[in-house]
């Protein structure tokens, strides 16, 4: 855990450069606008310890992956996050040296991540070995506005000399990533073009054929006037730039504004990138560096109006949560229903592929509560799209009939993830994607959505689970074998709770709304029927069969849950009784010992009781909470939140606020010293939850939300902002109770420690604790 | 499966040339005398498919692990056997245009291995692209006698043209693994020679440091006359040749005669290997090929003379079973105990390592019986050897107090497997090396050995098997979670039965021989005692606690030992109902779906009836066969041997002789289309006990011999040789009864029919069926 952050309700800040932490800093200060992101490397060359990264959403690489033992079933490929141009680069030379804080004394330093508006701004200033001193302002973004562009505005001052400053502006293809599994570079250039005031490279990958052009166009201030200086154009392979030498006085600024594109193929011809290219470019250099920043706040700011949180007392806390909320809306727009939330974001290449279940399970709350409608909405139609895809990846691993298993890992539909545990066996994904379609329906009342697409894609998952059970003989009930649950340190376990659960679950669930889409819109419902070859009387039959006779694992004594069958014959030791020197189990311990223990990574057993809530009694609640959390040893950022919002729950206020901790700061105090490789965007979703589903008890029930607050000791107030059905919340928790706000003209019931309330179209209503 | 390979009692015939099969040839034709070996690849070149290999026994590469999610405590090497210099290598011109079967019309084509003699010899009759004919004869062997050399007479005739035949014997040193996980070369040069007759390489194992020098001496005859032709030395990167120019007459033979030798630095300096070299080379010369080969017949003979099979009737078994042997023998001698017996000998690269669990379980009985003692007892001191190593290796997983967990795969000791589910958890592994033990001690009488070695190996087994269990609160019984039996079609499952009952058996056998020992012996056990820190009452009292208190899983209802728990929740649909479509199921189901099904892939609960037979009782053993024996796919080559005997015992004649069939020509008639990568040698042992402890029924019983023979329909009569305590028995099965032929000076007593009877020194014993 490092602590080198300061403290700022709007800003993340760092002060002082310490090479150890930049990797860190590179991943915390990343920008983003959904479309494209970058680490925050820095603009001049930097030959210390560096992960660069450019990304462009859904530009992905299959790499042929790297198995030992090859598996049945196993795909070829793993789909990666790619690095892409690096468009950030300005290289500088102080009478030919090169500016490399390396290789400086760095006198001060200040990196500052500007949240409210959206920018990132870094100054320094630095004695080069010759003893040459700058002050360098650099300041960056990736527009939220125009978001295929970003820009720089990098500003220099010779503080001891007068003399020759070099500028060389560039567009750098030629990356690499760093998890490539076989040394292979992923790009192939197309063409290149250096121009007057730019210049660009088109870039295309290899085996997936994606197409990237990626611009900049520069204009270079000195004494604040814009000059035209002589520029020397520099090509190489992937790489283009533009040396611009000026004679700098000692004391007087110069200025590069770097205006920068990305385009891809997935959007336009690829014979047209480089038209529109420059057009873009073109269009933003006119608009200017202060125009585009200012929409920057712009666009900022009506973010915030719908999801901001403010905590009142504690500024740390402040600060993490819209960190948290920053980097969710840097990652993900809803604008494009092509894209996901890699688990990285912008922030990193690590784990590739872009997809995964914490999207269903984790993400969607947030953006139900915090965006329009349709950017979750986005998130299931992606989904729906990939139905086929699902389709086929059961049948290659023996499943019928339009069984779907959707992969634990994707970009494009296909699976690309291959330890057999996992993708083989972590089918309760599957499971969540359902859940995701009935938390839609439930929150925004979107029914029109189940005939439309949910339907479709529920049906495909029930499927997939009424093959994938088995009838005991032995039992004469249904079983589910060899699956992996959520708690990753258990695999190919027989009857995990949740899983089956959740599959008995998703068969329910889609006869319910086969018979509402069938009883509404008949018409609609045939043409399923006939698309899906759906035999309902067998089908349906079957799922009630078996829906009547699953097996679940449960303890008569402890009248708990089991987790799987033979749970109980582990070890039994608490993880409060484990010594500090074992822990984290996952770098202490081998694998096999982790697999036979009796702890859990992340909310399993409760995985389920939070999302089926509403099935079970507060005793039952807790006595699976008071068995589970205390054999938790939440290894996986995405437990802490689960078991928040269940403590809220059960009234453990204490604990409820111990957990919102573990997750709350996760990367801005690099926790589990990973934060290097890049931000844990999913888990930061579930740090809303925390606060919102958690110490503000919110449910939706009925089509009504609820909200059963407690106020964290600490704090003296909390406010955040919802979207829900058309109106426009701010709910404010204090010692006092409850205000809510509404900036809409929605009038919408609520209920609130219980009692239903009314809240007026543009009104407030006060309820006290 | 292929049917292309000749009947013969005494030799493996192909005839005729088809390109298809040349890599199945290539490990089937193999040679090798223990200490190193080759596939048969061709001496002139061959630009067709196939398969290079030349391997000397104990030289290995680490290579760098692949694997896909790396978990705490793999290897980050796997030990690969390397394909080493080849010496065979003998490029032929005529008149400048390159022999090569690729690119010939083959007129005539013949291989041959010659089993009784211990050669390879090879004739064809090829027409070349410009018209030239020509006849070559190739005989060639690893000498068994003089064991780092090996010798080639070629001979080449012109059949219709007169004119330059070029000669080019090589050391051919610049050689790759086809299983290199990242495209390394392995080897590096030391250094090289050509010499007026031959010359030789020297080169070093990258990482391992192993040093071999491989070298050549030729000579050439023409007309029979030795002839001194002026050679043309070539030197390449690890290369060197010699260019000989022949003038060659139509119908005039030319031979060329290529003595080689493979010196490792395992034996000798490497700064003497070079003297050394010339030395052997020069001794090898002087000696004469003819000299050789007839030592080679000779060394041939006296192994025939221990572990011939003769089976009448058959002669296609008779020619399996003597290949079978043929390959055993070639592969181990038993004259080095820092060897071991690679799943794939001299055969091929496939798996690397060289010692996994088949040496203990399939290759001991076979040695046992066929070999000097102190061969088996080398295998023996090979593991004790690696006690240490295995003490590490149980504690980089968490174990202590010197428990100790034997690699599952190995070259030194270290492990160099890494798929979780096996390395960590297919800890049966121990339970054989345990067992290996006690059957020499069995077999031979030799308990010395136990005070000696035995008991030190045992004690850090049955450490780890104490420390391996768990106390079941809820069962209040020891449990055995997360393993792997035999059976690899289940992963990380609970209790396997074996397993729990391998463990405990080491555990009581282990206090047995402590007792023993400390009787017999106080000293020796009390230095023992010191070394290993032993608490006996504290450590044997835990033992025999285990023992009292192992959970076994057991189904009342069948009265059967359960595979492990939960085997009964799985769809219970037996192998001879599954659709021939979908076998084997390791090709046509994915993972997942394997683990899911009942089906075994080898002997699991009849694994541990076959090593503890003694045990049970004959309804018990056939409820458990009749019960698993369908489940069972026999999807690997250990499978049938296990099932043969144990049919056999149970009186199912057919059925026994059915699973020999399924082993005995599984490489030389490529049954499971894998034979290109090399013999299944381990599995070769199995047909050997299939035969003996299978039809023959022979056991050891308090320090007898006993046999319950019968003799498989087709057969008029079957023979074998066993040593056993001194006596060397020759043991005939025919349709009226057993004949026993003592070629010793050792009377013994043997059981059969159950009956006691005396086999007199050089005497026979006729015992009516």
């Known amino acids: ?249 000692e004391g007087e600024a110069i200025s590069i504004i770097k205006y920068a594109a990305n385009l891809s193929s997935q959007n336009y011809k690829p014979e047209e990138l480089v038209e529109r290219l420059n057009a873009t470019l073109n269009r933003i250099s006119s608009k200017g560096f202060d125009t585009m920043l200012a929409e920057q706040a712009a666009a900022w700011a009506e973010k915030w109006k719908h999801n901001d949180i403010i905590i009142d007392g504690d500024i740390s806390a402040q600060q993490a949560i819209r960190f948290n909320i920053y980097q969710l809306n840097q990652t993900y727009t809803g604008e494009d229903d092509r894209l996901n939330i890699g688990p990285k974001g912008f922030t990193g290449e690590k784990y590739g592929g872009s997809t995964y279940w914490d999207t269903e399970a984790y993400c969607v709350p947030f953006y139900l509560s915090t965006a329009p409608q349709k950017v979750t909405r986005n998130l299931l139609l992606y989904r729906y799209k990939q139905l086929g895809k699902a389709i086929e990846n059961a049948q290659l691993l023996g499943f019928k009939n339009g069984a779907a298993l959707y992969p634990m890992v994707t970009m494009d539909g296909t699976e690309c993830h291959n330890e057999w545990e996992i993708t083989f066996e972590e089918i309760h994904r599957n499971g969540a994607i359902a859940f995701a379609i009935y938390n839609y329906v439930r929150y925004t009342g979107d029914e029109a959505y189940l005939g439309d697409y949910g339907l479709e894609v529920l049906l495909g998952i029930a499927r997939f689970w009424s093959q994938r059970v088995n009838w005991s003989e032995d039992r004469e009930q249904y079983v589910m074998l060899g699956v992996t649950g959520p708690n990753e340190y258990e695999n190919n376990v027989n009857n995990n709770w949740y899983t089956s659960t959740i599959a008995t679950w998703c068969m329910r669930y889609t006869i319910e709304v086969a018979e509402k889409v069938k009883a509404e819109n008949p018409e609609k419902y045939a043409a399923l029927v006939s698309k899906t070859n759906l035999d309902e009387e067998t089908e349906f039959g079957r799922f009630r069969h078996i829906i009547e006779k699953m097996y679940y694992p449960y303890d008569e004594k402890r009248q708990i849950f089991l987790q799987q069958d033979g749970y109980l014959d582990k070890e039994q030791i608490l993880v409060k009784d484990l010594p500090a020197s074992e822990r984290p189990i996952n770098q202490k311990w081998s694998w096999d010992r982790i697999l036979r223990s009796c702890y859990i990574k992340q909310a399993d057993v409760l995985q389920g009781i939070y999302f089926f809530e509403d099935q079970y009694d507060m005793d039952t609640i807790r006595r699976n909470y008071d068995f589970y959390e205390p054999r938790t040893v939440h290894e996986s950022s995405l437990s802490p939140c689960v078991h928040a919002i269940i403590a809220a729950k059960l009234g453990d206020e204490a604990r409820a606020y111990e957990f919102y901790l573990r997750t709350a700061r996760l990367d801005l105090d690099d926790y589990n010293n990973d934060t290097e490789d890049g931000c844990h965007i999913t888990s930061m979703a579930g740090t809303w939850m925390a606060v919102v589903e958690g110490f503000a008890g919110m449910r939706v029930n009925d089509g009504k939300l609820s909200f059963q607050p407690f106020i964290p000791g600490k704090w003296s107030s909390f406010s955040f902002h919802i979207g829900f059905r058309g109106a426009l919340l701010n709910v404010k928790v204090s010692k006092d109770g409850v205000q809510i706000k509404n900036a809409s003209d929605v009038e919408t019931k609520v209920l609130v420690y219980g009692k239903e309330r009314v809240v007026k179209a543009n009104d407030d209503l006060l309820v006290e604790a």
């Open 1 to 249: 855990m490092k602590n080198y952050i300061k403290a700022d309700e709007w800003r993340i800040i760092e002060e002082g450069f310490d090479p150890h932490y930049n990797k860190i800093s590179e991943s915390i200060f990343s920008l983003g606008n959904g479309r494209m992101g970058q680490r925050a490397n820095f603009e001049e060359a930097y030959s210390g310890d560096t992960l660069l990264g450019n990304y462009v959403a859904g530009v992905y690489y299959p790499d042929k992956t790297r198995v030992g033992w090859w598996k049945n079933g196993y795909p070829e490929y793993f789909a990666k996050v790619l690095n892409a141009a690096n468009w950030v680069v300005i290289d500088v030379l102080l009478d030919g040296e090169q500016l490399d804080l390396a290789k400086c004394e760095v006198i001060s330093f200040r990196r500052e991540l500007n949240m409210k508006e959206g920018y990132l701004k870094r100054d320094f200033h630095a004695k080069t070995a010759s003893g040459k001193e700058v002050k360098v302002e650099a300041i960056r973004f990736c527009s939220m506005a125009d978001d295929e562009t970003g820009a720089i505005k990098y500003t220099i001052t010779p503080l001891n000399f007068s003399g020759e400053i070099t500028l060389i502006p560039a567009i750098d293809g030629d990356v690499v990533n760093k998890d490539s599994n076989y040394d292979e570079k992923f790009w192939d250039e197309v063409s290149k073009a250096t121009q007057p005031n730019g210049g660009y490279v088109v870039m295309r990958t290899k085996k997936t054929g994606f197409e990237v052009a990626t611009g900049m166009q520069y204009s270079i201030l000195q004494n604040g006037e814009t000059i035209k200086p002589v520029a020397e154009a520099i090509e190489k392979e992937k790489y283009v730039a533009s040396k611009v030498t000026l004679q700098a006085k």
